[in-house]
């Protein structure tokens, strides 16, 4: 699989229940790397009156296949020095001195967060949303942190070497990072890795990225699936978005019939398709609606 060699083919696992069969599929798509989809479905849930069995199939196979897309984003890295937050009882005795009077409530949070790296240090300005984020991701100083520019998200790196030595409680899994050299600002190139599936959902349903919460998915058409390919084949061909082939396990393969076996064979063929693991618990038996035995 690693050489490729393997695109086009199907694996077909048989043995009796309990004998691994399921285990040996997911530890294949472990093998192939943490971003790798792997998605599991039995043979009867492919008949279903919501959908066609053809409709159902392509779906299971855009869930295994992951698209790696490349961004790049301005982020702020560095190591936290201080972070200095007013409260709103503080802020309310400050604009009230001058008055002699003090007023109660009314006042947004607003504080500083001082920022380094081994050749600059610089002091931010905080509202309330990136004091809450702050909050939320426990960041003290001697934090390492970034922070993305367009969306204001904080994450959280590790802690700085420089302070490893100090007598904080620490647990077993702090991670400690170097101190980030140059400027505070750069640029950093993001990875996200979506399914096929997901990218038709969010673009075949008014609700957009809302619709993969929802649950029911119901029919996609396939102009909006063409459509989808050619944009990531745009995609690929600039280099900013690579294919992640998945593994699909299909269980109790003795229920499909003739025409899915005919759907699987053709879909197998794309260069896109993931690798297809069957599994039954069967020996030699009939093809469901004929009179073949495989």
């Not at 409260?87 to 008055?99: C, D, I, N, R």
């Not at 957009?208 to 919460?213: I, R």
Request: aromatic share 6%.
């Amino acid at each position: 699989m690693f050489e490729k060699k393997i695109g086009g083919r199907a694996i077909l696992l048989a043995g009796k229940p309990g004998t691994g069969k399921t285990a040996i599929a997911m530890g294949l798509a472990q093998e192939l790397g943490e971003d790798t989809p792997f998605t599991t479905i039995s043979g009867s849930e492919v008949f279903s009156l919501e959908m066609s069995k053809t409709e159902a199939l392509t779906q299971a196979f855009r869930r295994s296949i992951g698209v790696r897309i490349l961004e790049e984003t301005e982020v702020i890295e560095g190591e936290v020095v201080e972070i200095q937050i007013d409260t709103a009882v503080t802020a309310a005795e400050k604009s009230g001195g001058a008055s002699g009077s003090s007023s109660k409530g009314g006042f947004e949070k607003t504080g500083r967060l001082t920022l380094c790296t081994t050749e600059m240090e610089t002091v931010y300005d905080l509202g309330t949303k990136m004091i809450e984020a702050l909050t939320k991701e426990k960041v003290t100083a001697g934090d390492v942190i970034t922070i993305d520019k367009a969306s204001g998200k904080i994450s959280k790196l590790g802690r700085s070497f420089s302070r490893s030595r100090d007598y904080d409680a620490m647990g077993a899994q702090t991670r400690f990072v170097q101190c980030p050299e140059g400027e505070l600002q750069k640029r950093k190139e993001i990875v996200h890795t979506v399914s096929l599936h997901e990218i038709d959902v969010i673009n075949s349903r008014q609700q957009g990225f809302l619709a993969l919460f929802a649950g029911d998915t119901g029919e996609i058409k396939s102009e909006v699936r063409d459509q989808i390919d050619a944009k990531v084949a745009e995609w690929r061909e600039e280099g900013r978005a690579t294919i992640v082939p998945g593994v699909l396990f299909i269980d109790e393969v003795h229920m499909l019939d003739i025409e899915c076996f005919s759907f699987l064979n053709r879909a197998l063929e794309s260069d896109m398709a993931p690798v297809l693991v069957i599994a039954t618990n069967r020996g030699i038996s009939k093809i469901r609606g004929t009179e073949y035995k495989s």
